[in-house]
């Protein structure tokens, strides 16, 4: 398998308190983005960084991606009830003319109001 | 923004049927499409990669007889699962991208596939 590893399995968190999820992963890549699926259904892009880029913020999103450590971090900052949800990291990368989008194990946050 | 509808979101079919699951790219034309499962608690795994008018590419493990894909249009591809068994129950997700690089994957809302 090539899947990435997140870490924690499984985070629960007070309202307003941050999240930090990880994530490894182990080729190299074009670029890693971050997936939200709420139980049961399809999955929303949260968040795409480049390879050649450290940092990126959207919103209350922070991802952060260290290339030589093949790691990615994202945090959440003043969560809310309705963040609860898995969150996944996936690579993706080009090879040989075809390209894949290959994800983590993902990560299931929950957010106690 | 770009909608990738799938359908249907969920059905039940006894063993030694067969299952198509469709998804279709609503306001943009895909390239390719990709298919991927998805078992309880745990991530998702890639099964295929089909390209608008050429033969899917299924990745290692993923039986091609039982796994059927068809990208007949750039807005419609198709996964059938044939002659289904109770393992094949799983949540079947479809993306579409509309073009190179990786701006587009879309997710469909998935299918919730049980076999009985």
């Known amino acids: 398998s090539q899947q990435g590893e997140e870490d924690p399995q499984a985070l629960s968190i007070q309202e307003g308190e941050n999240a930090t999820m990880n994530c490894s992963y182990k080729?190299?890549?074009?670029?890693l983005q971050w997936y939200r699926q709420n139980s049961g259904r399809g999955l929303v892009h949260l968040i795409l960084i480049r390879s050649n880029e450290r940092e990126k913020h959207s919103g209350r999103l922070r991802v952060t991606l260290d290339t030589s450590k093949k790691s990615s971090s994202l945090l959440i900052t003043a969560s809310r009830a309705a963040d609860t949800a898995s969150y996944f990291c996936?690579?993706?990368?080009?090879?040989?003319?075809?390209?894949?989008?290959?994800f983590g194990k993902g990560t299931k946050l929950t957010v106690n109001p | 923004g770009a909608v990738v509808s799938q359908h249907p979101s969920r059905v039940i079919c006894k063993s030694g049927t067969s299952v198509k699951i469709e998804c279709r790219s609503l306001?943009?034309?895909?390239?390719?499409m990709f298919w991927y499962r998805q078992f309880p608690k745990q991530s998702l795994m890639l099964m295929a990669t089909?390209?608008?008018?050429?033969?899917?590419?299924?990745e290692q493990g993923v039986e091609k007889d039982k796994f059927l894909i068809n990208h007949a249009s750039l807005t419609l591809s198709t996964l059938t699962v044939t002659s289904a068994h109770p393992e094949d129950s799983s949540f079947y997700i479809c993306s579409a991208r509309s073009g190179g690089g990786y701006y587009g994957y879309t997710f469909g809302s998935g299918t919730r596939l049980t076999v009985v």
């Open positions: 306001d943009f034309q895909a390239t390719t």
């Open positions: 996936a690579t993706f990368r080009t090879q040989g003319g075809s390209e894949k989008l290959v």
């Open positions: 080729t190299s890549i074009n670029n």
């Open positions: 089909s390209n608008e008018g050429s033969k899917a590419t299924y």
